[in-house]
């Protein structure tokens, strides 16, 4: 399961595909309702982040398979004018998110690994992964399974 | 309930309605938007689980017996999603309760340390209390900021250095790795800031100079420095931290470290002051 999917995001109602996708590869990974729902939460986050703050930009789904876990990487990218201030951004009350928890330092929290490169004037690049642990009936079945 | 709810309420059974027609994902951002808004007019997740559950009363109550199930299942989707915006929030009441216990546990161990580094017979003894006062210092700093190395230096006057490292680790002291050894001989404190973080050390000329590839410093990801600073403004040495335990170094980890340097280099020098004066009188 090696499929990348890729969702280019320019008005509002793009965030709808970007949110469909997310929780359909959420759920084929075997993450639960709720942590599905939170995977959508952070995509139409994020997403938002482009149309309000760029105008353009994209969001990618990768699925990550490991012995012991899986996860879902989102990646949230655009060539805007970037971030002058990452660690700023990333505290509540910064820009548009008025200090209620919500925007990039909201998205954060609902993931398990976030990282943001940004460069004035070269856009802007956020990876975002949550992981679900793999039991140990899932791994057997997983490596009895024929393979191709 | 309150005029605010009551509004809120009445677009809530819209859009549950419109859900239930239609049961797709832009209903269900819409859900998701519902409750960011209840986010930002400051409604209370009672006040959302009051409108959800008068909203599913109502709806069950005009739904046949065959239906229920499938309305309390909608009930359930909608609910989930408007509830998501109000989990953001409540993690960062989270990791703001959790930062405050961690900075009155900070400034209590900078109270403790505080009071040895003001004893005067920490100065007094033996040559080579620096050395000892370096090496407490290393290791309450890798504690008080929670990072995974230190390296404190300090010149003790007649050319000569002392450099101390130390690790921490959750089962106590280890070994320092030789690429922190490295990363201060070669790469320095960063003159244009004393915190580096991962997307610094990325953009940073020197750190591609320094280590090349990644297999050179696989683990070094972050850093934060203070000065040692004599009263009439001489450098004596310095302090620094390498990879922060959980995230990046902060603006308070740097305040905290700064406050430890300003004792330690008060301390430095008065442990100088009587080694001189005992020089002096054996002379």
């Given amino acids: 399961m090696d499929d990348e999917i890729r969702i280019t995001i320019e008005r509002d109602h793009d965030l709808v595909p970007a949110r469909a996708e997310g929780r359909a590869l959420a759920e084929r990974l075997g993450f639960t309702r709720t942590d599905a729902t939170l995977i959508a939460t952070a995509i139409s986050e994020i997403a938002r982040n482009i149309v309000v703050h760029v105008g353009r930009g994209a969001i990618v789904l990768r699925p990550v398979l490991e012995d012991e876990r899986c996860g879902i990487v989102v990646i949230a990218e655009d060539e805007g004018r970037g971030i002058r201030d990452v660690e700023a951004a990333l505290r509540d009350g910064y820009a548009s998110n008025k200090g209620l928890g919500l925007g990039l330092p909201g998205t954060r929290r609902l993931m398990d690994e976030f990282d943001i490169d940004s460069e004035e004037g070269k856009g802007t690049t956020v990876r975002m992964t949550k992981w679900r642990l793999r039991d140990e009936l899932e791994r057997l079945r997983e490596r009895r399974r024929p393979s191709g | 309930m309150?005029?605010?709810?009551?509004?809120?309420?009445?677009?809530?059974?819209?859009?549950?309605?419109?859900?239930?027609?239609?049961?797709?994902?832009?209903?269900?951002?819409?859900?998701?938007?519902?409750?960011?808004?209840?986010?930002?007019?400051?409604?209370?997740?009672?006040?959302?689980?009051?409108?959800?559950?008068?909203?599913?009363?109502?709806?069950?109550?005009?739904?046949?017996?065959?239906?229920a199930e499938e309305a309390a299942r909608a009930a359930s989707d909608f609910f989930l999603e408007t509830l998501s915006a109000f989990e953001m929030v409540q993690r960062g009441f989270r990791?703001?309760?959790?930062?405050?216990?961690?900075?009155?546990?900070?400034?209590?161990?900078l109270r403790r340390l505080s009071g040895f580094l003001s004893d005067a017979s920490l100065a007094v003894s033996a040559h080579g209390s620096e050395r000892e006062l370096l090496q407490l210092v290393a290791e309450q700093a890798t504690e008080l900021i929670d990072a995974e190395y230190c390296v404190a230096a300090a010149s003790l006057g007649d050319g000569e250095r002392a450099v101390v490292f130390t690790a921490s680790g959750e089962a106590g002291p280890r070994e320092v790795p030789s690429w922190v050894a490295a990363a201060v001989d070669k790469w320095g404190i960063r003159p244009a800031g004393m915190r580096a973080s991962s997307n610094d050390l990325r953009r940073d000329r020197r750190f591609a100079e320094t280590f090349g590839s990644a297999d050179d410093a696989p683990s070094l990801r972050n850093a934060v420095a203070a000065r040692l600073v004599a009263l009439d403004?001489?450098?004596?040495?310095?302090?620094?931290?390498?990879?922060?335990?959980?995230?990046?170094?902060?603006?308070?980890?740097?305040?905290?470290?700064?406050?430890?340097?300003?004792?330690?280099?008060?301390?430095?020098?008065r442990a100088r002051f009587y080694r001189t004066r005992a020089d002096d009188v054996s002379r």
């Fill in chain 2, 2 to 67: 309150p005029p605010t709810a009551n509004a809120f309420l009445a677009e809530y059974a819209a859009a549950f309605g419109r859900y239930r027609l239609e049961r797709n994902e832009t209903m269900l951002h819409e859900a998701y938007e519902l409750g960011r808004a209840a986010v930002e007019r400051e409604l209370s997740v009672l006040d959302l689980a009051v409108v959800h559950h008068d909203v599913l009363a109502t709806t069950l109550a005009t739904t046949t017996a065959g239906q």
């Fill in chain 2, 95 to 109: 990791e703001t309760r959790e930062a405050a216990a961690g900075e009155r546990r900070q400034a209590e161990l």
């Fill in chain 2, 233 to 269: 403004g001489t450098e004596l040495g310095f302090v620094q931290l390498f990879n922060r335990a959980q995230g990046e170094f902060t603006e308070v980890d740097e305040a905290v470290l700064v406050h430890l340097a300003q004792m330690t280099s008060a301390a430095l020098e």
